[in-house]
């Protein structure tokens, strides 16, 4: 046709105009994604401080490295090649799997002040015991370790301050490198110089980690049988790695998917692709114009974000669909905008009032799951109203034909079963009501991108190397480091008793690896004077087997503590003890924090009533604080869903003006509602917050339907392109809503499997309910 020639041209303008837009403003939008945004901020401020470690603290960069598959010596051997490797990359702060732990340099600024640090017995019945201990390690297979440090340190307070900086770990020392307990596997752990949530730099360090594996020729390729050694990796870091690679993956996948879904169906059902092109402008425009609003709100777009605003073509590109699909033959565009505008406006409207509990959720990354799909859906609108009809003139786009519409009939005649339809509501509410309601998730962890099995190997592999994660502890606040060691040398004592009465099996603090100043000041005074050391150390060793002068370097080192300096944080800044140091001693805000890390708590009450008094010092319980935060921002879903739904109601009783319509296309989107619950609850899902923002955007989808099918004195004909452009709606929505359902994210996945079930659940009950009844027949 000449029009359709004429208009190419400026259709393909448009469409080369709105891609380059997107394009650009794609372009200057960043891009995130770890899972930060997707985390709690907490309720008080103890837990948001914790939250807030978790997210960008030291501990962030944590890797657990196993190695596994092979003779211990073969596993010795690659262990050491690995520290060896790792320590000349230049990408870690710590690098643990044996004797490299406390390397030379950091071991002799404990060392020299050791006197300083721990309490030593230097009475005649404490040395006596020492010196009779150091001729028994002598003797034995200890008589190395013996001779580079008991002459020098005869009542041992430099291995009683090791094993405090060791930890309560499990390890067992085999050939030079740490093995699990109770299996033939070799450990170390790394952290990285980079934070936890530094992805690319998450990404070099776990390349390294591979490199130093392989460069240690560890035998035959891993996954040949057994024989051959094989590498484990887990850890925060590697989470937040393999979080960000699922992500971009799943994005990728769903936006190239969808898209091509999408075309193809358009296609089949409008057989242009000039109409493609027309559509393809207002969807264009509404994804750039979402992501810019966002980027401009919250200084970047998360990638769930980005993947589920791709995913919403299958809502927005309804409204150039819908506006399309009614056209009739002869009709001017414009005339048609005219004639669906009421339910296209309230269909907008209330589609963005239904995500407004999303976006003020409280939750930062849902609610920029909110802002993007809502702005998204309103450009999309507002392009579709102000810009489409006006590319359909140009691109003289003919009308699609509803074809005959006798088909419609039969179809229509099923609203007279509604009943039976009501029915079945009323069955899926009462399967709801006896098995307690819908299952809800509890635990925030399960919410997490990262897989079950990855999470079990975290937790063996902490296990192994005593770095278990711990979800009970104290915060302890001060102006500076000093007043954080002083205030939690205070609650020593206290933490004594409990654990002696059997409330808690210990505590891990700062203070009981680096002493305060004062408390070092105060060991330097009681220091017994040399002449009295020397006494009872001649007293201790009359009868053993050591020269006079074998114990020398003992005496002039507590002679040389008497004028050393306090041994302060920042003097072990850059070393391997100050790497230890720093995530139970370490500043935010300007606010200095002590973590103590309680172990074993058996009863909260006992430790709380301990800590009447005690200034500065906060409990937390991290499982608790999680269950808290999930139930209290469900609660604030729900007040957030029932605002909106009233909003929505006043907006449908306005603009529809007949209660019987209202309450047709209300109940419409209400059975949907349930029912889709009652089918996921059936499948076994167990319902979060995700589900419930997934279930508003059911509610909106489901409102466009009812509200298409609710409009009143309509002929056959158009009843008939009606249902036809509603259908292309709802494949359209599956098409790009189903593919979330295969996603790896479980975010994701969520939210497509109820959005899928529920545009089905929608499309049914809207056609049924909301639609008028038709006369029977005359007979």
Known sequence: MPGTTRAWPVLAALLAASVLLAGVLLLVVRVRTDMIAFLPEGRNEAARLVLAEARTGT???????????????????????????????????????????????????????????????????????????????????????????????????FPSML??????????????????????????????????????????????????????????SIGEPSGTARLLVAGPAVFARDAARTIKDDVERISILSTALVVLLLLWRFRRPLVIAAIAVPVLLSVAVAALAVQLGYGAVHGVALGFGITMLGVSIDYPVLMIGHRKQ????????????????????????????????????????????????????????????????AADLAPVSAGNPAWLGPLEALRRWRVA??????????????????????????????????????????????????????????????MVLRHQESLIPILDRLKA???????????????????????????????????????????????????????????????????????????????RLEPLLFVRDGVWNGPVALRGLRDPD??????????????????????????????????????????????????????????RV??????????????????????????????????????DYALFFARSLLDQEERARTLRTLVTCNSMTLLTFGLLAFCQTPLLRDIGQTVAVGAIMGMGFGFLFAGETPARPAS
Not at 520 to 532: G, V, Y
Not at 629 to 646: C, D, K, N, V
């Open 606 to 663: 006992r430790l709380r009533a301990a800590l009447v008094g005690q200034e500065g010092v906060m409990f937390v319980d991290m499982r608790q604080e999680l269950g808290g935060i999930l139930s209290s921002y469900t609660t604030e879903a729900w007040r957030g869903l029932a605002w909106s739904g009233l909003a929505v109601l006043t907006v449908l009783t306005v603009g529809l003006r007949q209660p019987t319509r209202v309450l």
């Open 59 to 157: 501990a962030t960069g944590l890797i657990l490295v196993g190695i596994e598959g092979a003779p211990p010596a073969e596993l010795a051997r690659i262990s050491k090649a690995m520290v060896t490797g790792l320590q000349q990359t230049g990408l870690f702060t710590l690098v643990a799997g044996g004797g490299a732990a406390l390397p030379h340099s950091a071991g002799e600024a404990l060392f020299e002040r050791r006197y300083l640090l721990v309490d030593a017995d230097f009475s005649e019945a404490g040395m006596t015991s020492a010196l009779r201990g150091l001729l028994r390690q002598l003797q034995l297979s200890m008589a190395p370790l013996a001779l580079q440090f008991g002459f020098a340190d005869p009542v041992g307070a």
């Open 421 to 482: 339809a009501l029915l079945l509501v009323a069955v899926a509410a009462m399967f709801l009501i006896v098995v307690g309601g819908p299952r809800w998730e509890d635990d925030l962890q399960n919410l997490s991108p990262v897989p079950a099995e990855s999470r079990a190997l975290d937790a063996e592999l902490r296990a192994q190397l005593g770095a278990t994660e711990v979800s009970q502890l104290l915060i302890v606040r001060g102006a500076d480091a000093q």
């Open 163 to 220: 094993h405090g900086w060791a930890g309560a770990s499990p390890v067992r020392m085999l050939g030079g490198a740490w093995f699990a307990a109770d299996r033939d596997r070799a450990l170390l752990l790394v952290r990285t110089r980079a934070g936890g949530m530094d992805i690319p730099a998450q990404d070099l360090a776990i390349a390294a980690i591979q490199a130093a594996f392989r460069a240690a020729s560890p035998g035959r």
């Open 330 to 393: 002869g009709e001017p565009a414009m005339a048609t905008r005219a004639r669906i505008g009421r339910a296209f406006v309230l269909a907008v409207i209330t589609a963005a009032l239904g995500l407004a509990a999303m976006v003020f959720s409280g939750f930062p990354g849902l609610s920029q799951l909110g802002v993007f799909s809502a702005i998204g859906l309103v450009a999309a609108a507002l392009a579709t109203w102000w810009l489409l009809p006006r590319l359909v003139v």
């Open 666 to 703: 209300v109940g419409s989107v209400g059975a949907a509602l349930v029912a889709t619950i009652a089918i996921l609850t059936l499948i076994g899902a167990r319902l979060s917050l995700i589900h419930l923002v997934a279930l508003q955007l059911v509610a909106g989808v489901s409102l």
């Open 501 to 579: 009465d059997g409330v808690l099996a210990g505590a891990d603090m700062a203070a009981r690896l680096l002493p305060s100043v004062v408390r070092q000041d105060a060991r330097r005074a009681t220091l017994p004077p040399s002449s009295a050391v020397s006494d009872c150390l001649a007293t201790a060793g009359a009868g053993l087997p050591f020269r006079p002068d074998a114990f020398a370097p003992f005496l002039a080192a507590v002679e040389a503590s008497r004028t050393l300096p306090p041994l302060l944080p920042e003097d072990l800044a850059d070393t391997a003890l100050g790497v």
